[in-house]
């Protein structure tokens, strides 16, 4: 949510913004700006709209500076109009601040520098930072809330870190200023910013591939730090203006990974990514070596036993896709581990927790690692967990998430990779199949452990899991030129519905939220047996419903209730086993998937719902990759 880049080095600073800006625009696209420090000069240049927009207002300006700081908005506080763009200055135009967060003391903020002469042109919360930096840039705090000023160091810093401690909220910050051209400051708090470094230059960004093309050494900022980027080096600071230790790492990403490879769309390049992302999976998790008669378990978790054993209950808690992907996990952990298990909205649950639970393993399941609300959640039942005097009550928290160096993992102690590279497409796709694979992976083992299914069964899914790959490569190359013909006749459609059962239920909510988030159409996914008690009022032969009816507990249920949708002239889409006779009878249009084992076809029934939403977007000439109003990754509540 909002990207935020900046740059200070030898090179043309503007240009390297821009391109950052152009690998972040996922994160938000309301409007975009950059401001840059050379030669006296604070250069700022905004545009409302897509990142186009300022590229086509940047053409032609002669810009040599080496130093600046750059942004793409998603409108939290006052519309998306320029003045309300980042960078944001004080009165004087003196310093520039882009921000990625809340600023939740803003008002209270705002009427003291008001009061003080400062001139306010936004309706924004970030527009205090700047005008607090010049504030106490002028009249240093008399009591710094420190025992270590920085002015030695710097008078910027030390102003800017004054400034910071009177914000409450979750933010990153970078920031320049005119008075000091040889300086960008960062900062984290609860926001995510990456410190990238290179020979005599050195970058920063709130995602690590707006970094990736020009280093692949990366320090990424705790809460609570503040570092001062020179093209000397780098220097990070407490709050409280204590220097701390810090070096990089190094990534293992790839800059390829960002690029679209000759596909039209991110999405749909990453769909087509989804069996060699379960391949990878496979191959992190899975004993190779493994046999029935081997007496150990055939998953490599690495997680602590401690973690695992002796589990009661489980609670998940997550957000959008990931709380769809969980859903899954719940029928999983269940029906082949015996736990019994709830899944939460995290931004349900931190206000409402569920009284504690003894022996409870809380997961956290986010792509990005960096959801407000998931985070909150989790940082909260560790808390309340940690306080409880009855030890059965001890926190055990792991996360499930594609970005292992995300704030999630420096919250939780364990965390699952899921392994799918980075996923620009703001519809989370392939990471939605990994964040699946988790769940069989920790379901697995924990009926492994549990003696919850007998080893023939269990290697009857883990040989289950292995030819999944070229199910799916089957999946998409039978699929892609029917779906796309298919599309052709939803381009005036209104409303959708989509109905599964048992474990497919959740891939029927998916396919709704894929189809309203990228073509704007209205859908909604139900338990096909709950129809009759609602929905069914809605269908007509305006509304097609997309059922889901695969092979297991409730195949023929799901075709009744599929009938009982033709009854009422709905058109009916059905994900159905290939080559089917009941189908065949029963559905208007076929989405054959391979007939599997119940417990896994949800990898291979959300394909051709995937495909169906990319298609159905694609033709109404819509943004596929960065639908209005959404943005990646929700980094505020
Ligand atoms: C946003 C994205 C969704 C995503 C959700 C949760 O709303 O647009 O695609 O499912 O956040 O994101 P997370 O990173 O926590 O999985």
Same mark, same amino acid.
């Given at each position: 949510?909002?990207?935020?880049?900046?740059?200070?080095?030898?090179?043309?600073?503007?240009?390297?913004?821009?391109?950052?800006?152009?690998?972040?625009?996922?994160?938000?696209?309301?409007?975009?700006?950059?401001?840059?420090?050379?030669?006296?000069?604070?250069?700022?240049?905004?545009?409302? *709209?897509?990142?186009? #927009?300022?590229?086509?207002?940047? !053409?032609? +300006?002669?810009?040599?500076? $080496?130093?600046?700081?750059?942004? %793409?908005?998603?409108?939290?506080?006052?519309?998306?109009?320029?003045?309300?763009?980042?960078?944001?200055?004080?009165?004087?135009?003196?310093?520039?601040?882009?921000?990625? *967060?809340?600023?939740? #003391?803003?008002?209270?903020?705002? !009427?003291? +520098?008001?009061?003080?002469? $400062?001139?306010?042109?936004?309706? %924004?919360?970030?527009?205090?930072?700047?005008?607090?930096?010049?504030?106490?840039?002028?009249?240093?705090?008399?009591?710094?809330?420190?025992?270590?000023?920085?002015?030695?160091?710097?008078?910027?810093?030390?102003?800017?870190?004054?400034?910071?401690?009177?914000?409450?909220?979750?933010?990153?910050?970078?920031?320049?200023?005119?008075?000091?051209?040889?300086?960008?400051?960062?900062?984290?708090?609860?926001?995510?910013?990456?410190?990238?470094?290179?020979?005599?230059?050195?970058?920063?960004?709130?995602?690590?591939?707006?970094?990736?093309?020009?280093?692949?050494?990366?320090?990424?900022?705790?809460?609570?730090?503040?570092?001062?980027?020179?093209?000397?080096?780098?220097?990070?600071?407490?709050?409280?203006?204590?220097?701390?230790?810090?070096?990089?790492?190094?990534?293992?990403?790839?800059?390829?990974?960002?690029?679209?490879?000759?596909?039209?769309?991110f999405m749909l390049k990453e769909i087509y990514e989804q069996p060699g992302v379960v391949r990878t999976c496979l191959e992190t998790y899975l004993d190779t070596s493994w046999d029935q008669q081997s007496g150990r378990s055939p998953i490599n978790l690495n997680l602590p036993n401690a973690l695992l054993d002796d589990l009661?209950?489980?609670?998940?808690?997550?957000?959008?896709?990931?709380?769809?992907?969980?859903?899954?996990?719940?029928?999983?952990?269940?029906?082949?581990?015996n736990v019994p298990t709830v899944v939460q909205y995290a931004s349900e649950f931190r206000y409402a927790p569920a009284p504690l639970m003894a022996n409870t393993l809380t997961i956290g399941v986010t792509q990005s690692g960096e959801t407000a609300d998931t985070l909150a959640a989790l940082e909260m039942e560790q808390t309340r967990r940690s306080a409880s005097c009855d030890e059965r009550h001890a926190p055990r928290m792991l996360g499930i998430t594609n970005r292992v160096d995300s704030s999630l993992s420096r919250l939780v102690p364990h965390v699952m990779g899921t392994m799918a590279g980075i996923e620009i497409g703001v519809a989370a796709t392939k990471t939605f199949v990994a964040q699946l694979m988790a769940f069989y992976f920790l379901s697995l083992e924990l009926a492994y452990r549990r003696q919850t299914i007998s080893s023939a069964r269990l290697a009857e899914l883990i040989e289950g899991l292995r030819q999944l790959p070229a199910q799916l490569e089957l999946v998409l190359e039978s699929q892609e030129r029917y779906v796309e013909e298919l599309s052709h006749d939803f381009a005036d459609t209104t409303d959708f519905i989509f109905i599964g059962r048992g474990i497919n239920y959740p891939i029927a909510l998916e396919g709704a939220l894929k189809l309203k988030e990228i073509s704007y159409i209205h859908a909604e996914g139900y338990p096909a047996g709950e129809m009759k008690h609602g929905p069914i009022a809605l269908l007509d032969e305006k509304v097609p419903v997309v059922a889901i009816a695969t092979p297991g507990t409730v195949y023929e249920k799901v075709l009744s209730n599929a009938q009982e949708a033709k009854a009422r002239d709905a058109r009916l889409i059905g994900v159905v086993p290939m080559n089917d006779a009941d189908a065949e009878d029963t559905f208007d249009a076929l989405l054959p998937v391979p007939i599997v084992d119940e417990l896994l076809s949800p990898v291979l029934t959300v394909v051709p719902l995937q495909l169906l939403s990319y298609h159905i977007a694609a033709r109404r000439g819509l943004d596929v990759d960065q639908p209005r109003n959404l943005a990646k990754s929700v980094t505020v509540e």
């Open positions: 949510m909002c990207g935020i880049v900046g740059y200070i080095g030898t090179r043309a600073a503007s240009k390297i913004l821009v391109e950052g800006l152009k690998t972040l625009e996922y994160r938000g696209y309301d409007s975009a700006g950059v401001a840059t420090v050379g030669e006296g000069i604070l250069q700022r240049t905004r545009a409302k *709209g897509k990142l186009i #927009n300022l590229q086509t207002k940047l !053409e032609g +300006l002669e810009d040599p500076a $080496h130093l600046g700081i750059g942004h %793409t908005r998603w409108a939290t506080h006052g519309k998306p109009e320029e003045h309300n763009a980042h960078p944001h200055t004080d009165t004087k135009e003196r310093i520039a601040v882009v921000q990625n *967060g809340i600023i939740e #003391n803003y008002r209270e903020l705002r !009427e003291e +520098l008001k009061a003080k002469g $400062h001139q306010f042109r936004s309706d %924004t919360d970030t527009e205090v930072i700047p005008h607090l930096i010049a504030e106490y840039l002028q009249n240093p705090a008399e009591n710094p809330d420190s025992d270590t000023v920085l002015t030695e160091q710097s008078s910027f810093l030390e102003a800017a870190r004054q400034a910071v401690n009177r914000l409450k909220g979750a933010f990153a910050l970078a920031m320049v200023s005119v008075d000091f051209p040889d300086e960008l400051l960062v900062v984290r708090q609860q926001a995510p910013l990456a410190i990238g470094f290179g020979q005599g230059e050195f970058f920063c960004a709130s995602d690590t591939p707006a970094i990736m093309p020009y280093t692949q050494a990366v320090l990424t900022l705790e809460n609570g730090e503040l570092a001062r980027l020179t093209r000397m080096g780098v220097e990070v600071y407490d709050f409280t203006g204590h220097r701390l230790k810090k070096k990089p790492q190094t990534l293992n990403w790839n800059p390829i990974m960002v690029e679209k490879q000759g596909f039209k769309h009661e209950h489980i609670q998940i808690l997550a957000c959008g896709t990931s709380w769809h992907a969980s859903l899954v996990g719940k029928y999983l952990l269940e029906q082949v581990a």
